[in-house]
């Protein structure tokens, strides 16, 4: 058991007990679980009916045995998409962070927000820095180009919820703000924050589309204000839609 505080003990008890069922090659039985693992049965019992309710596991057969359930499979698949995804989309976002000197980024949606997986640092900034990996939809580059692929129903409820946060004076907080932007973004497929999420940032954002086109992520370039006027906006945006078009062409094939 960890020593550390802010580990809850049930989880890390769940935790325990996947990891023996994965590291197992025959089917595990309750007994079997405790003993190995130094539990009572009955706990034991209670986590593994919760985590085949969630098809974590499930029985082998008709035996009281467990075995991975078919709901890993799905979280396993998405972990090594995103993972391969990560890693074909490095070098591109290096290479783009190099060649401008400002900081690329790949993220994805995840349950109404965007959720950074990678960031290349370019030159420094306090700005840039005070980003976080988690951010709103509504007032990120990268947010915005998720929302545009949303269909009209998703978007309504979107801007009905509280995920829509103020964060500067610029942030668009309704739908019918966003629906004018939308326009721009289809049609470029481009989106842009100016200093949406924080005052003297600007960033810019394109998708990231699978063989289907499906939008599947999306990259973009942070930096201060003041830099991407003196380097210039077209400069960095016509990089950012080369690079988009590379990590995509790769993605295909995930």
């Not at 919760?50 to 009281?64: A, G, H, P, S």
């Not at 998405?78 to 190099?98: C, G, R, T, Y």
């Not at 370039?221 to 906006?233: D, N």
């Amino acid at each position: 058991m960890a020593d550390n505080p802010n580990i809850i003990t049930m989880v890390d008890r769940v935790g325990e007990i996947l990891e023996f069922i994965f590291r197992n090659d025959e089917p595990v039985g309750v007994s079997k679980i405790a003993a190995s693992l130094d539990l009572p049965k009955a706990t034991v019992f209670r986590l593994l009916t919760t985590l085949q309710k969630w098809n974590m596991v499930e029985k082998y057969r008709d035996t009281d045995d467990y075995i991975m359930g078919k709901a890993m499979i799905r979280y396993g698949s998405k972990a090594k998409s995103e993972i391969d995804l990560i890693e074909i989309a490095a070098k591109p976002l290096m290479d783009l962070s190099n060649e401008i000197g400002e900081t690329a980024n790949l993220a994805i949606e995840y349950n109404g927000y965007v959720m950074t997986l990678l960031s290349e640092e370019g030159e420094s900034s306090v700005l840039v820095s005070k980003l976080i990996p988690i951010s709103p939809l509504n007032c990120s580059s990268m947010g915005k180009m998720f929302l545009s692929h949303f269909s009209d129903e998703e978007l309504e409820n979107y801007f009905k919820s509280d995920l829509v946060k103020k964060r500067t004076q610029n942030s668009i907080l309704t739908l019918d703000e966003y629906l004018v932007e939308k326009k721009e973004i289809l049609k470029e497929n481009v989106a842009y924050d100016n200093e949406e999420y924080e005052y003297g940032l600007s960033c810019m954002a394109c998708p990231i589309k699978d063989k289907n086109n499906n939008i599947i992520a999306a990259i973009s370039v942070s930096a201060p204000t003041s830099r991407l006027e003196y380097k210039g906006r077209e400069y960095i945006r016509e990089k950012l839609i080369k690079t988009a078009k590379i990590i995509s062409e790769n993605a295909k094939y995930l």
